[in-house]
C-alpha cells in the first residue's frame, strides 16, 4: 500500500460535506460521514453522474443524478442495483489526509 497526501487539515471537508480531489492520478470524493473521512470514486458507475452533488444517508453515499446508492464501508450498491464504488483507505495524520493506493505488480517491479 502506497499512501499519498490529499488534503492539509484546514481543508478537510466539513461535516457531511463532499469535496472532489485529484491524488495519485485519480480523480476522488472526500466525505465527511459523521466525522468519518471515506475516500470514493468520484463518478457513479450507474450512468457518471459526480458525487460531489451527492449526500449521505444512512452510511450509504446517494447519487445526485438517479439516486442510487452505496455503502459507504464496503461500496456495494443497494439491493437490485448490482453495482459498486471503489473506496480507498483513508488515514488522518498530523499534517493531513492521506490516501492509501494498492500498489500493482507492475509498480512492485519498477517503482
Ligand atoms: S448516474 Fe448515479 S444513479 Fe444514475
Known sequence: M????ALNKVQLPGLNAIKTVNVNGKQLCIINNEDN?????SSCPH?????SGGWCKNGHLVCPI????YDLETGRGAEGQGDYID???TEVREDGLYIGF?????????G
Open 2 to 5: 502506497k499512501w499519498f497526501k
Open 37 to 41: 473521512m471515506i475516500a470514493t470514486q
Open 47 to 51: 450512468a457518471g453522474g459526480h458525487f
Open 66 to 69: 438517479h439516486r442510487y446508492e
Open 87 to 89: 473506496i480507498y483507505p
Open 102 to 110: 494498492e500498489e500493482s505488480w507492475w509498480s512492485k517491479l519498477w
